[in-house]
């Protein structure tokens, strides 16, 4: 079973920067797909970014461009997600999720079938 590990949310001024990780298990780590997403409270779930299993594709969400960059470890079986210059409207659940269907966008979250619980983002002002 596929399962995967959010961690290194927390508080930060805005301005700031966190580096989230998300822990892979379950899948040979080489042939999954990730993605971000993020659910702020009272609004949608969202695209963030995207990389593909080798790292060389990567996408990204407008309002992240320029400030987030998404990484992955093929060898410890971990992405991550390096996040400056943060801002209040960063604040959010961060989810990372492992991508399934060929058939979807991948900012279409219903093409993930492999989702972590979430890690916590608050960015003050």
């Known amino acids: 079973q596929v399962q995967l590990v959010e961690s290194g949310g927390g508080l930060v001024q805005a301005g700031g920067s966190l580096r989230l990780s998300c822990a892979v298990s379950g899948r040979t780590f080489n042939t999954v797909t990730i993605g971000w997403f993020r659910q702020a409270p009272g609004k949608e779930r969202e695209f963030v970014a995207f990389?593909?299993?080798?790292?060389?594709?990567?996408n990204y969400a407008d309002h992240v461009k320029g400030r987030f960059t998404i990484s992955r470890d093929n060898a410890n079986s971990a992405v991550y997600l390096q996040m400056n210059s943060l801002k209040p409207e960063d604040t959010a659940v961060y989810y990372c999720?492992?991508?399934?269907?060929?058939?979807?966008?991948?900012?279409?979250?219903?093409?993930?079938?492999?989702w972590g619980r979430g890690t916590q983002v608050t960015v003050s002002s």
């Open positions: 990389i593909s299993r080798n790292g060389g594709g990567t």
């Open positions: 999720a492992v991508k399934s269907s060929s058939r979807t966008l991948v900012t279409d979250d219903t093409g993930y079938d492999y």
